[in-house]
C-alpha cells in the first residue's frame, strides 16, 4: 500500500481482557517495528522484524506481550490480561531491510489503546 | 546504550522569526542522526537525517539542522517560522557502529508553538 496502515485505530478495552492491534507495512519492506508512545514521552521500541522473525524483542515489557508476523508482511501485536498501565498509542513502522543503520522508518498513524 | 535529551519541553516563537528545538544525543560510536514531526492523530513524519559528510543538512518544509559532534548536538532550525510548524518534534538517535541493524531512540519530544 501507499503507507502504513494500522487498525483499529481506538481500541478501548477493559482491564484483563486480551488485544490484537494490527499493521500492514509498505509493500516491499521486509523490516517492521513496533513502538509504544505513552502521553507525554516519545516512542519506545518494542519489537522488531526483519521478514517473519523477530529480531530483536528486547523492548517487550512482559510476557504478556507478543507479536508475530507469520508471512513477513503483516504483523499482529497481541497484549494478554491487558492493565491500565498498556493504555498508549502503539505505534507500528516499516523500512526497507535494516542492512544500514541509515535507512527511515516510515511510521503508521497509530493505534490508542485504553484500558479501563 | 544510546540516548536523546530534548531539554525544553515547549519552544514558543513568533510567526516569521528563526526557531531552533534543541538535541544532544549519547551513542558508543558514531550517531546516526533523524528528525521526525508529529501532528495531532498522525503518525510520525521523517523530516531529516544526518548520516555523514555535511554538518548542515536541509530537510523537508525549510527546516534542517546542525550536527556538532564535539557537543553531540543536532539542533532543528527553520529561518522564518510558520503557523503551521505547530506540531510536536522529536529526535531520534541510532548508533553508527553497528553495520546492519540498531535500535533507533527516541527524545521525549518538544512541542513548538508558532503564534501568528
Known amino acids: 500500500g501507499a503507507g502504513v496502515s494500522q487498525t483499529p485505530s481506538n481500541k478501548v478495552t477493559e482491564k484483563g481482557k486480551y488485544v490484537e492491534l494490527r499493521c500492514d507495512p509498505i509493500?516491499?519492506?521486509?523490516?517492521l517495528y513496533w513502538y509504544r508512545q505513552s502521553l507525554g514521552q516519545g516512542p519506545e521500541f518494542l519489537i522488531y522484524?526483519?521478514?517473519?522473525?523477530?529480531?530483536?524483542d528486547s523492548g517487550l515489557p512482559n510476557d504478556r506481550f507478543f507479536a508475530v508476523r507469520p508471512e513477513g508482511s503483516v504483523s499482529t501485536l497481541k497484549i494478554q490480561r491487558t492493565e491500565r498501565g498498556d493504555s498508549a498509542v502503539y505505534l507500528c513502522a516499516s523500512s526497507p531491510p535494516a542492512t544500514s543503520g541509515a535507512n527511515v522508518l516510515t511510521f503508521g498513524a497509530g493505534s490508542r489503546l485504553t484500558v479501563l | 546504550a544510546q540516548s536523546v535529551a530534548q531539554p525544553e519541553d515547549q519552544v514558543n516563537v513568533a510567526e516569521g522569526n528563526p526557531l531552533t528545538v534543541k538535541c544532544t544525543y549519547s551513542v558508543s560510536g558514531n550517531p546516526y542522526l533523524f528528525w521526525y514531526v508529529q501532528y495531532p492523530n498522525r503518525g510520525l513524519q521523517f523530516l531529516l537525517k544526518y548520516i555523514t559528510g555535511d554538518n548542515l543538512v536541509k530537510g523537508s518544509y525549510g527546516f534542517e539542522a546542525e550536527f556538532n559532534k564535539s557537543q553531540t548536538s543536532f539542533h532543528l532550525k527553520k529561518p522564518s517560522a510558520l503557523v503551521s510548524d505547530s506540531a510536536l518534534y522529536f529526535c531520534a538517535v541510532r548508533d553508527a557502529y553497528y553495520s546492519g541493524y540498531s535500535t533507533l531512540t527516541f527524545g521525549k519530544g518538544t512541542m513548538l508553538l508558532v503564534s501568528p
Open positions: 522484524f526483519q521478514g517473519t522473525g523477530a529480531a530483536d
Open positions: 509493500s516491499g519492506h521486509t523490516a
